[in-house]
């Protein structure tokens, strides 16, 4: 039996149409799609439109053959003479654009931006015409956001007590959503709108001015998600080696070179073109220049589209080869091209692999604070400004750009901040003796 509902132009909606350019919304009414050439400009015209209140098939592609007839006689949306295209249509049609331009590139890329039109196609501004969409629209309608809930669903099992059978119980909870999700389709938005404005050569960019939603950093002093502290690295390595073995080489490679998780999963050792490669010297190099977002997809760059070729000395390349040579004992991992294959399948990792290695490592060791696998960047930016690195070998190991993103990742630990205070206090006393000498 196939699917009853597919998500399609962020909508849910039948597989199959009605009729042409005609489908079934599983929210009730239909959603129309076609495409028309603006007889002066030869431009394709995407129309979309979701009609909420049409009651038949044939109603709804009546309203589309309206809206095709007026593209054909030249204008684009359903106004006598407009020239410009609806928010909406404009919207989906940039969304296709981005993807086949590889702009948006990865599976997560595609939903974020499907999550976020979903939403910004229920605003009341979806239906305006592009060049008539001011400031106040949105910013009115962004005032409604925080009001808006989601259902989280949880299930749980449970013993029937008359049969004895675990049955599953689901139950839903209605959540705010965060300004952390509501910032991202602000985000889209403000894509969007300086998309159309530079397209168009609108008179003003509607979206300027609007503000995103304030959000608290994720990372304190208690819990920064980086071990800076003296010793902690060590610990921490020395028990993922005990304990997990086999994630031994990419968290310790990790902690090293502070690259994300997504960078180190699609990295090859052996095949057409592998990323690492032994030297005669006895070291070896890497080039960082794929990511992993999730599955088996491998996008052939990086977020910020960097390649990073990282000379690694003598013990790092000697750490990797006793990693790769337990890779060709077992079956699965042998055949892998892979530097960090799945030890069940052989393949990509998955996103959440290294996510309870680290929790039980953490544990273990006593950390009182919480590390994901993300801590091997953060991590990184710690040791290598305690080391006295110079920023810019760090960026350049790391992949970050500016001093910015060099600045965000460092957590400075408590012991380095008292350092800092005593330094300054003693450079301070030390002033002040000479002050009064001099008086």
Known sequence: MGKQWVRRWCMWMAPTPSLP???????????????????????????????PEARTPSQALAELER????????????????????????????????????????????EKWAGALEHLFRAPFAEYFIDK?????????????PALTWKKRRTRREIDEATGKK??????????YSNTTLNTWLRVLRTICAEMTKEFELDKNPCDG????????????????????EGEVAKFLAKMDELYPQHYAQTALGFCIGHRPSTLRPLTRKGPDPDWTV?????????????????????????NRQVIIIDLPVSVTEMLQEHVAKL????????????????????????????????????????KKKITPKAMRRSYKDIARAADIPAAVRKGVSGHKTDV???????????EKSRAVAKVFDLAKARARRASAGS
């Open 133 to 145: 969409i001011r400031y106040a629209d949105l910013k009115q309608w962004r005032a409604t956001l």
């Open 210 to 229: 609007l503000e995103l939603f304030p959000e608290d950093s994720p990372y304190t002093d208690e819990q920064p998600n980086a071990l800076n502290e």
């Open 328 to 367: 060709d004992e077992c079956a699965i991992t042998r055949t892998s091209d892979l530097l960090f294959p799945s030890t069940r399948t052989g393949r990509i990792q998955s996103r959440t692999t290294l996510a309870k290695p680290f929790a039980v490592v953490a544990s273990a060791i006593g950390l």
């Open 405 to 415: 993103m060099d600045a965000h990742y460092a957590s400075p630990s408590l012991a």
């Open 279 to 303: 030297n005669d010297e006895g070291t070896s190099r890497l080039r960082v220049r794929k990511s992993n977002s999730r599955g088996q997809e491998v996008m052939k760059r990086t977020k």
């Open 167 to 176: 049955v599953v119980l689901v139950e839903f909870e209605i959540l705010p």
């Open 67 to 110: 809206e095709k007839a007026r593209v054909r006689s030249g204008a684009e949306g359903t106004e006598p003479g407009a020239s410009k295209p609806r928010f909406h249509s404009y919207a989906a049609s940039l969304m296709e654009t981005k993807i086949a331009s590889l702009e948006i590139e990865s599976e997560s890329g595609s």
């Open 21 to 51: 350019g005609v489908w079934r919304r599983r929210d009730g009414g239909f959603v129309v799609r076609a495409r028309v050439k603006h007889p002066k400009t030869g431009r394709l015209v995407p129309i979309l439109r979701a009609l």
